[in-house]
């Protein structure tokens, strides 16, 4: 398997360092894997001046998997739009159909009491956030800023085929039997045309999956109820926009948004990996960061794009046991855990591992 290697900006890095020390120590185990890294993001514009270069997107077509860690910063903020790191991002998850975003939200036992909210509201919190990751408002046209009438205005388009919500829709009603068989399905039915066939599109699919049982919810009460009650939920699919903002949300269920995964897969089982938070400017090069949810990631790269579920579970149970050992990086710690950097962090899970 070759795996397209894209450490991006911020502590991207850093980050990536771990997980790849990770994936070669399953190397030297006999996991066949190629590794070969290549620029997203910032790090791209500042050495070609683009954020998805033709070298990096040559490199990810012909990969399996693509491993990212983040990109952007200030030092982008104010280019041009098209030169902005995040629309590296939205190019690559594009230009390689990546349509499907898996994004579990899993609450550790070891950390149940890290989160802002009671540990009795999240302990044992199993929740999987299917998003959808190459449509919607991120990319309807038109769009635009122009002048109208004398002042300025600004404009985005939100739109959805009936073939993307019937293929999002799969992916959801697919994972909900691997796993507690219910579908909530999030939109705002109730003012936007885009999301009323939305959910049409999801009762005429339910059909097909009568062992599943799909539910609706607009998506203010969604985010209401994952704060009042997130353990009612199994799977929750939604579109792009709505999906980015609860799956934020729901990272904080968890404790950080240090520790949460994603998988982007398009119809086969290629995919990019990449933690859900940012590139973290403010502590990018001091070796703090967390490295759990990229090592995660590349976990979840081993059981989607390998298909090889025992090293993704060897790795997710390193990850568990060197919690339960109370070794903590600064966005989880609590008092009476062992405070650790990026670096140890890593050595700790190959040790575990
Ligand atoms: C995410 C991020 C991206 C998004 C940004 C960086 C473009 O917030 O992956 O959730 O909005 O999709
Ligand atoms: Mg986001």
């Given at each position: 398997m070759k795996v397209c290697v894209l450490p991006g900006d911020g502590i991207g890095p850093e980050i990536?360092?771990?997980?790849?020390?990770?994936?070669?120590?399953?190397?030297?185990?006999?996991?066949?894997?190629?590794?070969?890294?290549?620029?997203?993001?910032?790090?791209?514009?500042?050495?070609?001046?683009?954020?998805?270069?033709?070298?990096?997107?040559?490199?990810?077509?012909?990969?399996?998997?693509?491993?990212?860690?983040?990109?952007?910063?200030p030092k982008w903020d104010s280019l041009p739009r098209p030169q902005r790191p995040e629309r590296g991002l939205l190019?690559?998850?594009?230009?390689?159909?990546?349509?499907?975003?898996?994004?579990?939200?899993?609450?550790?036992?070891?950390?149940a009491g890290a989160s802002t909210l009671k540990p009795e509201v999240v302990a044992g919190l199993d929740i999987l956030?299917?998003?959808?990751?190459?449509?919607?408002?991120?990319?309807?046209?038109?769009?635009?800023?122009?002048?109208?009438?004398?002042?300025?205005?600004?404009?985005?388009?939100?739109?959805?085929?009936?073939?993307e919500i019937v293929r999002i829709g799969r992916v959801a009603f697919e994972a909900a039997r691997k796993r507690n068989r219910r579908v909530c399905s999030v939109d705002k039915m109730n003012v936007l045309e885009t999301t009323q066939?939305?959910?049409?599109?999801?009762?005429?699919?339910?059909?097909?999956?009568?062992?599943?049982?799909?539910?609706?919810?607009?998506?203010?009460?969604?985010a209401m109820q994952l704060v009042k009650a997130p353990k009612q939920f199994d799977v929750v699919v939604t579109g792009n926009i709505f999906g980015d903002i609860l799956s934020d949300e729901a990272s904080m269920l968890t404790g950080s948004i240090g520790m949460l995964p994603s998988a982007s897969l398009d119809d086969s089982n290629k995919g990019m990996f990449e933690p859900i938070h940012g590139s973290a400017p403010d502590i990018a090069g001091k070796g703090v960061a967390n490295p759990l949810a990229t090592i995660l990631s590349a976990a979840m790269m081993l059981r989607y794009s390998f298909g090889d579920e025992q090293s993704a579970a060897?790795?997710?149970?390193?990850?568990?046991?060197?919690?339960?050992?109370?070794?903590?990086?600064?966005?989880?710690?609590?008092?009476?855990a062992k405070r650790v950097g990026t670096r140890e962090m890593g050595d700790a899970v190959l040790a575990a591992l």
């Open positions: 990536v360092g771990e997980a790849v020390r990770v994936l070669e120590a399953l190397r030297a185990d006999g996991l066949k894997i190629e590794m070969e890294n290549a620029l997203l993001g910032g790090c791209a514009v500042d050495a070609t001046g683009e954020p998805y270069p033709a070298a990096t997107q040559k490199l990810a077509r012909e990969a399996d998997a693509v491993l990212l860690g983040a990109v952007g910063g190019g690559i998850r594009k230009d390689l159909n990546l349509f499907a975003n898996l994004r579990p939200a899993v609450v550790y036992p070891e950390l956030i299917v998003r959808e990751l190459t449509g919607d408002i991120y990319f309807g046209e038109p769009r635009g800023i122009e002048e109208r009438n004398g002042e300025r205005v600004g404009f985005n388009t939100m739109i959805y085929s009936e073939s066939l939305w959910r049409d599109v999801m009762i005429e699919l339910a059909k097909e999956y009568p062992d599943v049982e799909l539910s609706h919810m607009l998506v203010d009460n969604a060897r790795v997710e149970q390193a990850v568990r046991s060197v919690l339960a050992s109370g070794l903590r990086t600064g966005d989880i710690w609590q008092e009476g």
